[in-house]
């Protein structure tokens, strides 16, 4: 079936460096895509979202790209901070059964080293 | 800022009870959702709705229900709680916009325990 993988299960940075996440989907009828961050305790927290027109979107501090060729979306945040480390999650929306479907991929957690 | 509330953090049940979680949210959106979040399996849908009083199954259906009375307010029914169904429930809401597909917007969770 249809589903969203991310490639790296657990990311460690430096403060201040750039952190870069990555996420693989499969179906290429998916139009819309959404980054969250999901800290301890707490629900997820929509970060930013791309649409499949798009292969470029900037935030505060993130980028989303978008490689429909490939299937991959990236996550990049720059001057990684400590109240980064969380867990991110991509997920993709695409349409079937007369609904849209989000499908979240199981996440990667992100660790700032002080 | 959308806001999205799970009317209990903490909730711990015993097996045969009849559960409900509430959520409601506070910006009018159409859609709501039921989640479940389990280690090494991720989010799940259990139940949404894009309407008052509409609901369609999710993935994961079974053993639940729903109920969407007021638009704001959208609860989840466990009818004989068990104890596979020990998770972290997330409700989240959306809105339908004329530009496309919108994110959806979680609530912080309930995290329940079937003893």
């Known amino acids: 079936g249809e589903s969203v993988g991310l490639h790296l299960p657990t990311l460690s940075v430096q403060e201040g460096d750039n952190s870069i996440i990555n996420c693989a989907y499969s179906?290429?009828?998916?139009?819309?895509f959404i980054w969250y961050k999901q800290e301890s305790g707490k629900g997820p927290q929509f970060i930013i979202d791309i649409r499949s027109n798009m292969d470029k979107r900037q935030g505060q501090r993130v980028t989303v790209l978008l490689n429909k060729t490939v299937k991959h979306l990236s996550l990049q945040i720059a001057a990684t901070q400590p109240g980064d480390s969380a867990v991110y999650f991509c997920a993709e929306n695409f349409w079937m059964d007369s609904s849209y479907k989000l499908i979240f991929g199981s996440g990667t957690r992100l660790l700032v080293r002080p | 800022d959308v806001k999205v509330t799970q009317s209990s953090r903490y909730l711990v049940k015993r097996t045969g009870e009849k559960v409900f979680l509430e959520c409601v949210q506070d910006?009018?959106?159409?859609?709501m959702f039921w989640y479940r979040q389990d280690p090494g399996l991720g989010l799940r849908l259990i139940y949404f709705?894009?309407?008052?009083?509409?609901?369609e199954k999710g993935d994961i259906p079974e053993g639940y229900s729903v109920s969407r009375e007021k638009k704001e307010r959208f609860s989840l029914i466990l009818e004989s709680a068990s104890t596979n169904q020990t998770s972290m429930y997330l409700c989240?809401?959306?809105?339908?916009?004329?530009?496309?597909?919108?994110?959806?917007?979680f609530g912080d969770g309930t995290r329940l325990s079937i003893l």
């Open positions: 179906n290429s009828a998916s139009d819309y």
């Open positions: 989240a809401s959306s809105y339908t916009g004329t530009e496309g597909n919108q994110p959806q917007h």
């Open positions: 910006m009018d959106h159409e859609n």
């Open positions: 709705s894009y309407d008052v009083k509409m609901k």
